[in-house]
Each structure stands twice: as C-alpha cells, then as structure tokens.
C-alpha cells in the first residue's frame, strides 16, 4: 500500500491532502498538534478503515518530531508533505516589523520542514517513490517578488526553499525526489474568502503534480498546476 505522511493535517489543504489520499487507497499518517480537537479529521479516519491514522506533531518541537519517529519507526513512506506552516505578521514592513513574530514564523516554517525532513529522510529513502515535499510559496521567490510588504512571511518561504534545494542535493544520492510547491491562493484559513482555488483543486493539483515527478525534478520550485516558478 502507497502512504503518505501530512503535517498539518488538520485544516485547510493538509485537511484536504488527507481527504484525497484516503478516497485513493493510500495509507496516511495524519499529523496535527491536537488530534483530540481536528474532529473533521477524526471523521475522515473513522470511515477510512484504519487506512488514516492521527499522530500528534508540533513541528516546533523536535521532542515532538523525534516521539513521532519513535512512534512510527522504519516505516517506508512514498510521500512526506511538510504541510504545516503559519502567516505570521501579515501587514510586516519597513518600520513595522514584529522581530518576535518573524522569528516564531521562522521556526514553524523554516525549522520545522528541516525537523521533519531530517528525521524520516531514511523513511522516504526506503520507499518505492521517495518523495519529499515542502508546501513553500511563490511569496518567497526572490526572482518574482516586487513587493514592499509582507517581508516575515516571504523571508520564511524564501529560507525553506533554500533548505529544500540543499536537501534535494543531499539526498538525491540516494533517489530521493525533494520538491518546493506555491499551493495557489487558496480558500483557507490563511488565505481568506476572497481567494482564488479551493483546497480541493489546489491539493489535487499538486497530487498529481507529485504523482509524474521523476529524478530531473529533483530540487525544483513548481505551482500546485505544475509550471515551473523561478527560485
């Protein structure tokens, strides 16, 4: 059986991530920080039979991280999708930059893919598809950014991108596939109302993405519809 492990499973496109690796078949692990309150992914497990299972992870705690590989061990995962990540301060500028806000968005969306990814890289490496995937954005594309604004948010994206490019040539060596995705402005918690995609055609966009890459894909930057974004 194909399996998948998502962090920040509990909301938004993790939540969907779930949805759709489940209806496919797949064996998920489910990671969230408070499994006892994701009551929608709880349903999805209930009805999955046993195929979704829910796992406790802060990803801003390696304690954490390292109780979930001792929970999990040697398991072989064909997909592990650094889902979970934070806005921070959205409205940080010139003169109005949280230094402490920006340092916690650092931890979560920086450190935490790195946790991650440090600690079950031998799990994606004993897989069939070897598959490490980081839900970055195009926010932190240095190339295409004009902006004056948002700099804590995009700075975060900007540094994992780097971490996933490093990574990338680190374990390619071994077959690992290490890609970067922009999931679109997407109808979410973070993304508010107003944007452009839903979960559903963001999360399956990048699914199928996911499912054609191949070793020249190795250390790329893509959009959830595939086109390639510039670092």
């Given amino acids: ?18 949805s759709q690796y489940n209806a496919d078949g797949w064996r998920v692990f489910a990671c969230c920080r408070t499994p006892g ?18 796992h406790q992870l802060d990803v801003d705690d390696g304690a954490s991280v390292a109780a979930l590989k001792f929970e999990l061990g040697d398991q072989p995962m064909d997909v592990l999708l650094n889902n979970a990540g934070i806005i921070g301060q959205r409205d940080s500028g010139r003169g109005g930059v949280d230094y402490e806000a920006w340092q916690d968005c650092i931890v979560t969306n920086v450190f935490g893919p790195m946790r991650v990814s440090e600690v079950f890289a031998d799990n994606v490496a004993a897989s069939k ?24 948010y995009r700075s975060s994206k900007a540094a994992v991108n780097m971490v996933m490019k490093v990574l990338a040539n680190d374990l390619g ?27 559903e055609q963001s ?13 020249a894909d190795n250390g790329g930057f893509r959009n959830y519809d595939g086109t390639v974004i510039q670092w």
């Fill in 173 to 199: 060596a071994q077959g690992v596939i290490v890609t970067s995705f922009h999931p679109g402005w997407v109808r979410t918690d973070m993304g508010g109302s107003a944007a452009d995609i839903s979960a």
């Fill in 1 to 18: 059986m194909q399996t998948v492990m998502i962090t920040g499973a509990s909301r938004g496109i993790g939540l969907e991530f779930v």
């Fill in 37 to 54: 309150q994701a009551d929608e992914l709880a349903d999805i497990a209930s009805q999955s039979a046993g195929r979704v299972t829910l």
């Fill in 203 to 215: 999360a399956g966009g990048i699914r199928q993405v996911i499912a054609g890459l191949g070793d």
């Fill in 129 to 152: 598809q070897k598959k490490l995937i980081t839900i970055s954005s195009k926010m932190g594309s240095i190339g295409e950014t004009q902006a004056t604004n948002s700099i804590v």
